[in-house]
């Protein structure tokens, strides 16, 4: 089999359990807790790191900013035989709710973007792997952090909701992003939709776990002093940790 186009990677290279981080730098603070951790590939965004948690096979791949990206970072995994990923990374609070550092797990996201578009109509959801969600809460609780479980609303230009006003189509993003809050939502990112609609359209399990980089009102005492990526990852590492137990115990 040839190397993937973008990821540069083999089908044999990684194990099926991947956590998919935006930024290539912090592949690398993600496979700080490996045991025997050792990058095997480093190609446009993509970088990967390979390791093991508890004796099993694991890896990181770093996706870039956004849906195309990660749609191209999900299918070329799945061709190498990945099923179960996990996203790791920041994002906004759009509500009280949640505020800077809080772990934020969707358990579900808001189409705000193209790509899941492309993969399912808009009238199916995307939503997280149950099992994984419920892992992701349990390592939050295991962990010791604040948590937020609730919908995040995935964005396709950064820019569009720092400073709506600007942009021609001013009166329409402003009114979907009033909109959006008066409905719950609680974060924003750039990820979540196409990973959890593709993984619905390839019958994997996906997943995504975030620490809140901002906070919706007034900031808390002592917030400055957060390592925001740090609690993200420790959660995403608990929560995978238990995803492996519960699949060697039911023999998957």
């Not at 990973?195 to 900031?219: C, E, K, N, Q």
Request: aromatic share 8%; proline share 6%.
């Amino acid at each position: 089999m040839a190397k993937m186009m973008h990821i540069a990677l083999e089908k044999g290279d990684v194990g099926r359990y991947v956590f998919l981080p935006g930024s290539p730098e912090r592949t690398e603070k993600i496979a700080a807790y490996f045991e025997e951790p050792k990058e095997i590939a480093y190609h446009r965004e993509y970088r990967t790191f390979v390791g093991k948690l508890n004796g099993v096979p694991v890896a990181v791949t770093s996706t870039g900013i956004g849906g195309p990206s990660t749609a191209i970072a999900v299918e070329e995994l799945y061709q190498c035989g990945v099923d179960t990923m996990m996203r790791v990374g920041t994002c906004a609070s759009v509500s009280p709710k949640v505020s800077r550092g809080d772990v934020v797990i969707p358990n579900g996201a808001i189409r705000m973007e193209g790509v899941s578009s492309h993969y399912l109509p808009m009238e199916f959801p995307c939503v997280p792997d149950f099992q994984m969600l419920k892992a992701l809460e349990q390592a939050a609780i295991n962990v010791g952090l604040p948590y937020d479980i609730g919908v995040t609303i995935t964005k396709a230009s950064f820019y569009t909701q720092t400073s709506p006003e600007t942009k021609p189509v001013a009166r329409e993003l402003m009114y979907k992003w009033d909109s959006y809050k008066r409905g719950g939502a609680s974060s924003t990112s750039m990820e979540c939709a196409p990973l959890f609609a593709i993984g619905s359209s390839l019958g994997i399990r996906t997943a995504s776990v975030m620490a809140s980089a901002t906070t919706y009102a007034d900031p808390k005492p002592g917030e400055e002093n957060i390592d925001v990526e740090d609690r993200a990852i420790r959660v995403a590492i608990e929560a995978m940790k238990l995803i492996i137990k519960r699949d060697q115990e039911l023999g998957k």
